[in-house]
């Protein structure tokens, strides 16, 4: 099964992409399956029909689903929320600000691609398109496994020991946790590990969608380099709503601006493709349209290629120890940090922050030094005398 995520800034045309994407893949006759992840619902806007929380037949072998990301947020943060409520109002916060501090931001969005993970198990489609979320918050909170993993394997197994020992005392002062808000948390995070090990399979890849527009296709750079740090494949970029040549001065201006951007990203994104879709005279709703996109979109070539074949972590080994590589394409080496914690390497870039489990080799090794080559972030570690002569 093939998974196509759309992503991008707000308003760049990704529902568009990703509705139009799915309605060809269903006509060239592959069980497919679109659905939208954002909280504005305007899937069913670009097919022109209803769509609810679960898969509905729209056109031949397509289905479409809006999903409910509330309905997902209140299934599995639930037991959660609840404790860190209580424990929050014994600690005198009052209830109305209790609530809104444990309503993580953009956790619907995250919660929301569960639903991603149920439709994809469910073995009935040959391709799922997801039209997801503006690029922001999504791709942080898209290494909260990771995140949460730390939490599940480093804070809760001691905290609940510590729990037997304090309880009495605890329960005095605060609400302790009930087994059920651990088992709530391990069961999220086993969740979300399952979420993404499918997004960062390589069945699955990543279009970015952008317009030719020197602050939309800045941010698609960023873009680019934050995906790759977080594990994501990306294989194309699409530029949406290029304008036709025209004699008027005012557009004329216009394409000259677009050209000269589509150029920059072109050039940036090698050797990704960037597919071209013109700006249309209307809105392209509806299926009918939307197939009219994708094929001026895809021309020849099939939507469902995969083109990228870059690793995106990769070790090898040297006289002096080893080198971790990691695709981090666009990247500059004054927005990198790097640093250790425990068994992890914390790489942040930009902002973006992503905890790498360190193979066990590198585990025994103290980071020696680190480069920029060609779109890879190298990292030199170099054993630690102390650590390898322990068994
Ligand atoms: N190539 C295009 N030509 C004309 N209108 C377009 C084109 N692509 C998208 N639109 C319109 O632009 C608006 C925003 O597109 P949409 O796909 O909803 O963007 P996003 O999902 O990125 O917010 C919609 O009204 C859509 O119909
Ligand atoms: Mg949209």
Known sequence: MRVLL???????????????????????GLKTLVLSTDP????ADALGLELGPEPSLVADGLLAMQVDGQRAFERSWRDVQDYLRSVLERAGVDALQADELTVLPGAEEVLALLELRRQAASGLYDVVVVDCAPTGETLRLLALPEALRWYVEKVFPGQRRVMKAVRPLLARVAAVPEDGVFEAVARLHGELTEVRDLLTAPTTSVRLVLTPEAVVVAEARRTLTSLALYGYRVDGLVANRVLPSSDDPWVAGWVEAQATQLEGIRRDAAPLPVLVAPYAAAEPVGPDKLLDFATRLYGVTDPLDVVSTEELMSVSRDADGFLLS??????????????????DLVVTVAGHRRLLALPSALRRCDVAGARLVDGRLVVRFEPDPLLWRQP
Do not use: I
């Open 40 to 43: 504005a619902h305007s899937l």
């Open 6 to 28: 759309f992503t991008g800034k707000g308003g760049v045309g990704k529902t568009t992409t990703a509705a139009a994407t799915a309605v060809l893949a269903a006509r060239r």
């Open 326 to 343: 990691l695709s981090l394409p666009l990247a500059r080496l004054s927005e990198v940090d790097l640093a250790r914690s425990g068994d």
